[in-house]
């Protein structure tokens, strides 16, 4: 649970959703009490400690930020280095590795993408129309699939002026090689 990017959720975004939990028709069941095996680590988020507000969801890069902290976009997609997200220098540098397999021995890994503004490390040449089809289809540019753990999958039915913004708030991620 991204509670450290679920902070920044507005209070009228958090009512629509317990609005939406609400009305969904209970089911009896019974769930184990959970075994942690790992401290739990969060690493602050800047934007969501910052905190966003209705008017700036007037501004499509600053509403695109608030869609990407509450995607948690930069979770995956920001350097990070012995257990720890480094939001500060390295934002959307990506390179942080995940294995496709989770708990089976030498499982080959996949790296998060560079999606700053970077015009050959990142995605500040790809066009508007190859962001969205990586954000909602799970396509990179040259055609192939990106790998778990980008969730697509989620964002497949966003709507276009949705992503228009998010595409507005990564072009506005200062480059990194």
Known sequence: ???NFYKA??????????????????????????????????DAYPQAEAGFSQTMMNNPVKHGAYLATIGHCMECNSAFSRGVSDFRTGLGKGSRAFPLREGVPDSPTSLAANITSHPTAGIGDWSDAEIARA???????EGRALQPPMAFGFYARIRESDVKDIIDNLRSVPPLD
């Open 1 to 3: 649970m991204p509670a």
């Open 135 to 141: 954000i909602q289809k799970g396509i990179g540019r």
């Open 9 to 42: 959720v507005l209070p009228d975004d958090h009512a629509a959703v317990v609005a939406y939990l609400r009305s969904i028709k209970p089911v009896r069941n019974e769930v184990a009490v959970p075994v942690y095996k790992l401290p739990i680590h969060r």
